[in-house]
């Protein structure tokens, strides 16, 4: 069973920072792409960042210069440093990475999702 669980969500005031981890585990070949994607209320899930096996990153245009991805491979770890943090920030957020699990089997998964509030 390859799954995903993420950790470090929480209450934050606007302007304060937070680091999320996510890590698979299970029977890994390897982790391709992993991503951070979040979805406020009342709103779809987007796009905050990603990152290939060899540290290429993309970022939504909101959130560039504020949040860095990054990726631990031999760990099957990604992480999402969030600074300067806003209250539109506010969101479930949720990781999501493309697993390996043999030389030809890539399976989509995604993690549970954490709760980040950014309020006074």
């Known amino acids: 069973q390859v799954r995903l669980v993420e950790s470090g969500g929480g209450l934050v005031q606007p302007g304060g920072s937070l680091r999320l981890s996510c890590s698979a585990s299970g029977s890994i070949f390897s982790t391709n792409v992993m991503g951070w994607y979040r979805q406020a209320s009342g709103k779809e899930r987007e796009l905050v960042a990603t990152?290939?096996?060899?540290?290429?990153?993309n970022y939504a245009d909101s959130v560039k210069g504020r949040f860095t991805i990054s990726r631990d491979n031999a760990k099957n770890t990604v992480f999402l440093e969030m600074n300067s943090l806003k209250p539109e920030d506010t969101a479930v957020y949720y990781c999501?990475?493309?697993?390996?699990?043999?030389?030809?089997?890539?399976?989509?998964?995604w993690g549970q999702g954490t709760q980040v509030t950014v309020s006074l």
């Open positions: 999501n990475a493309k697993i390996q699990v043999s030389p030809t089997v890539v399976l989509n998964r």
């Open positions: 990152i290939s096996s060899g540290g290429v990153t």
